[in-house]
């Protein structure tokens, strides 16, 4: 059996790939903008803001969720999103460290 694409690359290569998929998308940076601006906020609150159907936005949570950048507590029937600070920061960093890294290889 072959080696999918992924096993090519080292664990941070394809973690920054995710991270840039998954931010890579306007209505989730719109979500992302949205719910750090709020306290905490619902999915319906998201739909307003957004303006996209409430099953788009879900699935747009569920990827931003499988990276961790948010994360949602219940509250009685309700979701709360709000964003994970410390992820993202890990994110900002791992970002960060790649532009700077590929601009220090550029001026070489």
């Given at each position: 059996?072959?080696?999918?694409?992924?096993?090519?690359?080292?664990?941070?290569?394809?973690?920054?790939?995710?991270?840039?998929?998954?931010?890579?998308?306007?209505?989730?940076?719109a979500?992302?903008?949205?719910?750090?601006?709020?306290?905490?906020?619902i999915?319906?609150d998201?739909?307003?803001?957004?303006g996209?159907?409430?099953?788009?936005?879900?699935?747009?949570?569920?990827?931003?969720k499988?990276?961790g950048?948010?994360k949602?507590e219940f509250?009685?029937?309700?979701?709360?999103?709000?964003?994970?600070?410390?992820?993202?920061?890990?994110?900002?960093?791992m970002?960060?460290?790649f532009?700077?890294?590929?601009?220090?290889?550029?001026?070489?």
């Amino acid at each position: 059996m072959g080696i999918t694409k992924t096993q090519i690359f080292d664990e941070r290569q394809n973690e920054l790939a995710t991270v840039f998929k998954v931010l890579g998308h306007p209505a989730r940076v719109a979500i992302l903008q949205y719910i750090s601006s709020q306290e905490g906020c619902i999915c319906n609150d998201i739909v307003e803001e957004v303006g996209l159907a409430q099953a788009t936005i879900s699935q747009h949570l569920s990827e931003l969720k499988k990276i961790g950048i948010i994360k949602g507590e219940f509250e009685g029937k309700s979701v709360c999103y709000c964003v994970d600070a410390d992820r993202l920061n890990d994110c900002r960093r791992m970002l960060n460290d790649f532009f700077v890294k590929t601009q220090i290889n550029c001026c070489k």
